[in-house]
Each structure stands twice: as structure tokens, then as C-alpha cells.
């Protein structure tokens, strides 16, 4: 079983910068990813990066490149997404996902709660 816990959401100025953080309860033999997913308001969800454990690999959506990094600490079992040059269209609620492929939703076997971003203009 792995639980994930995000943080670090909160209200920023377009153009602003935050960090979110998922915490991993523990890795098993199954992770071979952590991904952030996102929900706007009255929106689906849809992916925004990935890491795959083995090799570091990293994967972002269009919308996203060159303003998210995504990254991992391994010393504190903890999956970051540094999120610079906001838009008021990133706000949404924000999730971390473990155990799937790439942005396929429904491949992903564990899910936090989220962690909501407004960005305001």
C-alpha cells in the first residue's frame, strides 16, 4: 500500500512561482512512477508531469514545458513540481498519482487528495 500526501498549494500572482510536494509512504516493487495530475474548476483531470523511477526519465505536458520541473528527493520520499511563470490557467486542484503510465488516468493505482493552486491576474 502506498499513501500519498501533496502540499505547498496555495493563491499566487500570475507570473508567480510555487513548489508542491507528494510525499511516498514507501516505494514497492510496483512504483515505477509518480505523476501530478490536475483538475480545473469544472474541468477533467489531466496530466501534467511525470518521473519514472528507474532512470529519472520525465515527461510534461505542452501546456507545462519549460515552466514545471518535476523532481525527486530520495532522502525523503518525496516527488516535487516546481511550478514557475503561473498562468491564471494553471489554477486547479492539483494530485500526485503512483504505479501508472505516462498521463493515462486510469493506470495510476494510488491517488492523494490534492492540493488546490489559484493563480490570480
Known amino acids: 500500500q502506498v499513501q500519498l500526501v501533496e502540499s505547498g498549494g496555495g493563491s499566487v500572482q500570475a507570473g508567480g512561482s510555487l513548489r508542491l510536494s507528494c510525499a511516498v509512504s514507501?516505494?514497492?516493487?510496483?512504483?515505477?512512477?509518480i505523476a501530478w495530475f490536475r483538475q480545473p474548476p469544472g474541468k477533467g483531470r489531466e496530466g501534467v508531469a511525470v518521473i519514472y523511477i528507474a532512470g529519472g526519465s520525465t515527461y510534461y505536458a505542452d501546456s507545462v514545458k519549460g515552466r514545471f520541473t518535476i523532481s525527486r528527493d530520495n532522502a525523503k520520499n518525496t516527488v516535487y513540481l516546481q511550478m514557475n511563470a503561473l498562468k491564471p490557467e494553471d489554477t486547479a486542484m492539483y494530485y500526485c498519482?503512483?504505479?501508472?503510465?505516462?498521463?493515462?488516468?486510469?493506470?495510476?493505482?494510488?491517488w492523494g487528495q490534492g492540493t488546490q493552486v489559484t493563480v490570480s491576474s
Open positions: 514507501a516505494y514497492t516493487y510496483s512504483t515505477n512512477a
Open positions: 498519482a503512483a504505479e501508472g503510465l505516462d498521463f493515462q488516468i486510469r493506470t495510476y493505482t494510488y
